[in-house]
């Protein structure tokens, strides 16, 4: 027995099972996310004295890092419109595209926390660099997440695409949406964190 709307979209809905699933499971990232950035808010409101995230923090390797994640967006949009076009080659590459950003991405961050770490800047040392450390490094595991998830649909998941194509297409799509959601997350990181 096939599981129905894998691939047709539900009359209910309108989407199909796995983006109605990858929806709901954002909604819940936007709440925790979002519970996060209130508590920096309410902090930062309460506090007397602040520091400025530009005095402590590395704006140009943020700024980099913040084209490197529209980059990889744009290389995952390509990958699904790759599979639209029935084109496989030129999926592997914009996905194997998306987890080498990925890569940089985090290889940056960690040059990051190095030089904090070298400078005795520690989440003990202050509110500011607690809240820096928890966004950031639950940024961080998210970014993980979905280079996992597309390094896995770039090997191995890739044997979908011979025997159901357009399900393998719609499952890339759902994987584009949270990397998405983990890239526009670090759109509002970026300013909250480093420029305000």
Known sequence: MQIP??????PDTGVFNAKLGIWLFLASEVMLFGALFSSYILLRTGALAWPHGYTILNVPLATLNTVVLIT???????????????????????IGGTVLLGFVFLIIKAIEYGAKFEHHLYPSE??????????????????IGGMIVN???WGPGSKMWVTDPERFTNRIEVAGLYWHFVDLVWIFLFPVLYLL
């Open 5 to 10: 709307y894998t691939v047709a979209e539900r």
């Open 72 to 94: 990889s967006s744009i290389t995952m949009v390509m990958s699904w419109v790759a599979l639209r076009n029935r084109d496989f080659g030129k999926y592997r590459k914009y």
């Open 126 to 143: 202050n509110t500011f660099l607690a809240i820096y450390f928890t966004l950031t490094g639950l940024h961080g595991l998210h970014v």
């Open 151 to 153: 390094a896995y649909f």
